[in-house]
């Protein structure tokens, strides 16, 4: 049985009588200026309940199960752009992301930034079984001789596929092989890119993360994002993190690398893209 040590309003200090570790819980209710309804209010103002729970009420099972991106269901509307599609001027920047599948789904999605928004425009979402076959289908994208380079899954670099010769190569060294020069290493920090979604969905009318409706799996996989459990054992180990369900997020992998790789649009192009999402969207 653990044995309380101290208990007071918001602070409370257990030790296990097993193994002697002492667990300090501390609410915020331990500040007497928090214990007001106003306080709480404007802390919570933005948060989902599940979010509160979780993050003020030492709750860390809140948000098993909760939808990552609620967003998808209360602004879609404003989320997932249908036709007719802006029209982009011939030399605008283009970014992929690409998340590698044998067997299973492999994804690769074309983004652009404009006018302070970022669009997912393009996107190939299918088993690479066969390389060659798989780069040439990248080649063909429309938006291909704009990209400027393509955030992909760490993993293609791991040297874990045989070679003609007999010798080990790396999916990333078959692609080079296709032609596909573009590939740079992905960030996996997904807390990190979770937070930027968040931030580009913040206020519902100006949503500056938006999705062509030609890119039908991201759309689904966003709309369907879970937080995913973890066990009392391995809270004792490691922190609490916010990590998707590992299941059916092959397009959210591929946009948390190209996120993650912080792109950017040079000044000098914004001045000539902006009548054409102006107009469009007016």
């Not at 030399?91 to 970022?118: E, K």
């Not at 001789?145 to 393509?150: D, G, M, Q, S, W």
């Not at 010798?167 to 920090?189: C, H, M």
Request: aromatic share 14%; hydrophobic share 35%.
């Amino acid at each position: 049985m653990p044995i309380i040590l101290h208990e007071q309003e918001g602070l409370k200090i257990v030790k296990n009588d097993k193994n002697k570790f002492c667990v300090v819980t501390l609410h915020y209710t331990a500040d007497p200026r928090k214990r007001t309804e106003e306080w709480k209010r404007e802390a919570e103002s933005g948060m989902t309940p599940a979010q509160w729970a979780k993050e003020y009420e030492i709750d860390y099972t809140a948000l098993y199960g909760q939808k990552v991106f609620p967003e998808l269901a209360t602004n879609k509307a404003r989320i997932v752009i249908h036709p007719p599609y802006p029209e982009f001027p011939d030399f605008q920047t283009c970014w992929g992301g690409f998340d590698y599948g044998g067997r299973s789904p492999a994804s690769f999605h074309v983004y652009t930034i404009c006018d302070g928004a970022t669009y997912a425009i393009w996107e190939l979402y299918e088993p690479c079984g066969n390389v060659a076959d798989f780069a040439k289908k990248m080649q063909e994208c429309p938006y291909w001789n704009r990209i400027k380079y393509i955030a992909a899954d760490p993993s293609i670099w791991w040297k874990n596929q045989q070679a003609k010769q007999g010798a080990l190569t790396s999916i990333y060294e078959l692609f080079i092989e296709n032609k596909i020069y573009k590939f740079l290493q992905g960030v996996t920090d997904e807390p990190a890119w979770i937070a930027q979604m968040r931030q580009h969905w913040t206020d519902p009318d100006d949503p500056t993360f938006k999705i062509f409706d030609c890119c039908p799996m991201m759309v689904k996989e966003f709309e369907e994002a879970v937080y995913a459990s973890t066990s009392d054992k391995a809270l004792m180990t490691q922190n609490l993190r916010e990590n998707i369900l590992d299941k059916n997020n092959h397009s959210l992998d591929d946009c948390k690398y190209y996120m993650n790789s912080k792109p950017r649009l040079a000044k000098e192009r914004t001045k000539g893209i902006k009548p054409f999402i102006k107009k469009w969207l007016h």
